[in-house]
């Protein structure tokens, strides 16, 4: 019976009942005029703001796996979906949830809100709206913020002479998804370090706060969600400029460094994804926040050189 709650016309009084049930209060903050429960959801946009809006969908099997916690599925989503809004500089609106599941899974469903709240809180991004809808288990997220106008940040306007920098350490997520497929089963990694190493890729933290102090700053940004060289290849392309990297410049945790030596830790720096550390270039003479590391410079030319491949085997990497 419950299989059918979630048609997409008829038993609306089920779809009703999940909303209210574990959505409907998520939805409140400093922004939010009008949230779940009208036809539409309604915010203020800060006067001479531009509203930044991206969406990314979450699909089981694509993104994640059945045997993964609702939770972690719920807060990644709303982290890996932030990370965008981070990149761009933009302070957080709220978002909305467009939930596709082929039944009503009353735990499952309470571990996803569990997940999406702990999100919202985080990063003060209410759930304003959604849709609920019978079908193959996938969660899209679209989230809304706003920034000065003329104050966003792009990734097409990196500079000649500028500094490439990079936030926090990279390769961790990589590894991380690595442990938990088995790759490491038996090895001589240390428990904590493995425990912090999934974790950062199970509770990604989206730059949030960074990508705000960046504003007025940098000239370019991105979110590290592909790697380090393809996503610094999109800057590079897109600025019309050429990215040189010091790969031993590029910040490397010291558990993953333990766990698997430099060399493999530099491979899961420059070419894991999900880490949704912030890349981004500051003009010569600008400070360099806290925890952030110069890796490079930006040159004539185009795409990205890196000392440690040959420069026609960066290029795979990009085409
Ligand atoms: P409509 O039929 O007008 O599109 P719905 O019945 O789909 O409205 O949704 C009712 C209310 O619940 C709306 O405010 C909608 O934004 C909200 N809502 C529906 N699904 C979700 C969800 N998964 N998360 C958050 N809000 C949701
Ligand atoms: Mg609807």
Redesign the pocket.
């Known amino acids: 019976m419950r299989k059918n709650w979630l048609s997409t016309n008829v038993a609306?009084v089920g779809?009703?009942d999940?909303?209210t049930r574990?959505?409907?209060s998520?939805?409140s903050g400093e922004f939010v005029d009008l949230?779940?429960?009208?036809?539409?959801?309604a915010l203020t946009v800060p006067p001479n703001s531009e509203l930044i809006v991206s969406t990314d969908s979450s699909v089981l099997d694509t993104h994640f796996t059945d045997d993964v916690f609702p939770e972690d599925v719920g807060y990644k989503a709303v982290a890996s979906a932030v990370s965008d809004l981070a990149a761009m500089g933009a302070e957080p609106l709220g978002m909305?949830?467009?939930?596709t599941m082929p039944s009503v899974d009353d735990l499952w469903l309470h571990g996803l809100s569990q997940g999406l709240a702990r999100g919202c809180h985080e990063y003060r991004l209410p759930?304003?709206?959604?849709?609920?809808t019978r079908g193959p288990l996938s969660l899209t997220l679209t989230v809304m913020g706003f920034c000065p106008r003329g104050e966003k940040l792009l990734r097409s306007e990196a500079r000649v002479g500028d500094k490439i920098c990079v936030s926090g350490c990279l390769g961790d997520a990589a590894f991380g998804l690595s442990v938990m497929q088995g790759n490491y089963r038996g090895s001589e990694v240390d428990v904590d370090d493995q425990e912090y190493l999934v974790g950062r890729f199970t509770h990604p933290k989206a730059r949030l706060d960074l990508g705000c102090r960046l504003r007025q700053h940098a000239t370019s940004c991105i979110d590290l969600s592909d790697g380090l060289l393809q996503d610094a290849a999109h800057v590079a392309n897109a600025s019309g400029v050429r990215f040189s990297i010091h790969s031993a410049a590029i910040p490397l945790s010291t558990a993953l460094v333990s766990a698997v030596g430099e060399a493999l830790a530099l491979e899961y720096a420059l070419s894991g994804g999900e880490d949704y550390e912030l890349l981004f270039t500051l003009p010569p003479d600008s400070d360099v926040p806290d925890e952030v590391s110069v890796i490079g410079a930006v040159e004539t030319g185009e795409g990205v050189y890196c000392d440690v491949m040959s420069r026609e085997q960066g290029y795979d990497h990009f085409h």
């Not at 949230?35 to 959801?41: L, N, P």
């Not at 909305?96 to 939930?99: E, F, I, Q, R």
């Not at 759930?127 to 609920?132: A, F, H, R, S, Y």
């Open positions: 609306v779809e009703f999940v909303i574990y959505f409907s998520l939805g949230s779940v429960g009208d036809d539409a959801a909305t949830l467009a939930l759930l304003v709206g959604g849709d609920t």
